[in-house]
């Protein structure tokens, strides 16, 4: 199996890679965003709780979204391999990654870091608020997240960095030539 991590601050294109990923490699997405968001459509309890974060710009409690992680990570047994995106946001979701993973013989093959300077990433994610119906994506919150991110998300570099799998890509191009050293990456690591 390949299983990838697809990390970077908010804005540097996590989403848009994946799918450029999962077409290519054939792999199951779990984009923890996108989960949270659906429970918050559908009205969920879960979706109640992740509301009230995901408006202010702040991160779901580790423990929910490690079991909600679970259950994800149960329905995609059969794949041939993961793309987590947008997870782990933390080290402890990073640590309890590995621990479930391992559970199931598997681990992390590669984590790739898109590396986008800030006042890109707040110019792309205003462009995006324009048609994403986001709440999220307004002036306040981008900064919040942005704040949050460093806070808490980019200690997760480290960790990944003592496991080996840890590979920095430049975030800023096209779709395409992001994507070409993205192929490079995984390519180096799984020959
Ligand atoms: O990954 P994405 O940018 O779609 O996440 C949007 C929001 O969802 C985050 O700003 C955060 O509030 C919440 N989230 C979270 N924990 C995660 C993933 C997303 O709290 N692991
Ligand atoms: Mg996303």
Do not use: W
Request: hydrophobic fraction near 40%; aromatic fraction near 6%; charged fraction near 25%.
């Amino acid at each position: 199996m390949l299983n990838v991590v697809i990390f970077g601050p908010p804005g540097s294109g996590k989403g848009t890679q994946s799918e450029q990923i999962i077409d290519y490699f054939g792999l199951g997405h779990i984009s923890t965003g996108d989960i949270l968001r659906a429970e918050i459509k559908e009205g969920t309890e879960l979706g109640k709780i992740a509301a009230s974060f995901i408006d202010r710009g702040e991160l779901v409690p580790d423990a929910t979204i490690i079991g909600m992680l679970e259950n994800k990570l149960n329905a995609l047994k059969s794949s041939k391999g993961v793309i987590f995106d947008g997870f782990p946001r933390t080290v402890a979701q990073a640590e309890a990654l590995k621990e479930m993973l391992a559970k199931r013989g598997e681990s992390i093959d590669v984590m790739l870091n898109l590396e986008v300077e800030r006042q890109e990433l707040i110019a792309r994610l205003l462009k995006r608020g324009e048609t994403s119906g986001r709440s999220d994506d307004n002036l306040e919150t981008i900064e919040k997240r942005i704040g949050v991110y460093e806070a808490q998300t980019a200690p997760v570099i480290d960790f990944y960095k003592s496991e080996g799998s840890y590979h920095g890509i430049r975030g800023v191009g096209s779709v395409s030539e992001i994507f070409e050293r993205i192929k490079e990456a995984i390519s180096a690591c799984a020959a």
